[in-house]
């Protein structure tokens, strides 16, 4: 994590942990001493790709920054039931107060990141990058984002003001396509912003245009099949980046990377996810 990263992580920890813990964990604080001194160890129960585990131990250190972490696999690394991916040590009371939302961040975020994986092995041979999108879980888009680069993707714009991305909404309000891309350039020229410029087509008539056109970075090829992808992108040639999105699969996605376009972007990696089976036992 780089540090604007880190900075945002921590402040959804912080938010987190105020949603569950409220005014204290009454439970260990009813039944466990104050002195009581615990360790854990967090055991893999799945296959996968683990992920979170900074995360984890930034949740544990916010709550009690005398807990003693030790990890023993890092971030991206594959694990296997038995695997025992960190040792934490220190008050009792802290390592349960702790233990709920450390796990809810891991075991999402390696679901994430396995799923990531096992979709990146079907083209990491070719020339196309997998991209994640914007549909995240709201609140959770840093550590969603993240799991998706533990597992092997990449990320696409992290939010509305990092890229321009005109999509068929924006075509259709705009006016059409050569509106669209006339207007964020004189948007660019009176806010001084430099920001790059992606554009959606979603048939050949749209695609013709934005070539004519110009004035974009990459073409978003929306609902295309294979064959017509093949097409899209010997018309595009080196002029644009380009990148293939809709309805793409696991089944699928292979025949769309052996086009050779540049990027596919998959919203499944962070939408449709089976968390990893992950938990926290006495040591």
Known sequence: MVEQEKKLVTELITRALVEDLGDGDHTSMATIPESAIG????LAKDIGIVAGVEVASMVFKQVDKNLKVNVLISDGERIFPGDVVMVIEGSSRSLLSAERTALNFIQRMSGIATYT???VELIGDLHTKLLDTRKTTPGNRIVEKL???????????FGLYDMVMIKDNHVDFAGGIKNA??????????T??????????RNFKELNEVIAQGGVDRIMLDNFTPIDLKKALDLIGNKFESEASGGITKETIRDYALTGVDYISVGALTHQIKSLDLSLVTY
């Open 39 to 42: 360790k854990v160890k967090l």
């Open 117 to 119: 994986n096992s979709i």
């Open 147 to 157: 799991a998706v680069r533990y597992g092997g993707g990449m990320n696409h714009r």
């Open 181 to 190: 891309i006339v207007s964020t350039h004189d948007y660019f020229k009176k």
């Open 192 to 201: 001084g912003k430099n920001l790059k410029v992606e554009i959606e087509v």
